[in-house]
């Protein structure tokens, strides 16, 4: 963990007992997005990536996943509150927000190497944290 | 009184607590369409591969699998609950659940809503097996 963001190493101070990142806690959020995949936690991206990500969901990242628009605002509004603005991350321009978390550069520092190409078939996708990482619904993220 | 309510839940649907069931869906769509359902359209359209939705998803077997008994895959790597309600009782039991993957799921892999006949067709399909 030692490439994570500085907006994530600085709200969560609770990293340096072991990789762990606050979990959803709305409940919610967590219902809709783990129909599909784990519920990632709010502090993975900037508040203006949630806005763009769940303000489009009719097409979200290939798939229809659309929702009432007074969920989707109410999921938009807890994940965007419970992150840090783009604004306060070094590189990071508010207006282009990343989109994806595998694309982030502390991602693929983690990762780059560490996933063979049989267990990422196994897991299925790069979003499915908890194939290799057990308790990553939970918040830890430890291998 | 909240242990009663829950008793009461359980003594009225012992498989699980919905609001309908896969026969009144189909009656349902069928209704809405005027036509009855039938489900080997309801087969072809589930294991046909369309053009017109998402590139991603061109089939409802795309995730789903050809076996709706079995469970399917979505893209993300997470597990699918068999579709079929003889695999899966929980299925077509919601109308909200119902209404709201159709919707998403038509989009996908059709580009478009599915038309009341289909759905009926589809659900036909899957509460035969």
Redesign the interface.
Known sequence: MRYILPFLLLATPALAGGDYIQPVTDPLTQAECSACHMAFPPRLLPSESWRKIVGNLSNHFGEDASLPAADAKAIADYLAGATKSAKTVKGMDPANPPMRITELRWFTHEHNGEVSAARKKKAGSMANCTACHRGADKGYFED | MKMLMIVALLAANPAFAGDTTPADQIARFSAEAGQPADAARGKALFSANHTGG????PSCTTCHTNDPRKGG??????AIEPMAPSANPARFTDTAKVDKWF???C??VLGRDCTALEKADVIAWLASL
């Open positions: 998402k590139p991603d998803t895959k979505a893209r993300t790597g997470k919707g998403r799921n989009n996908s």
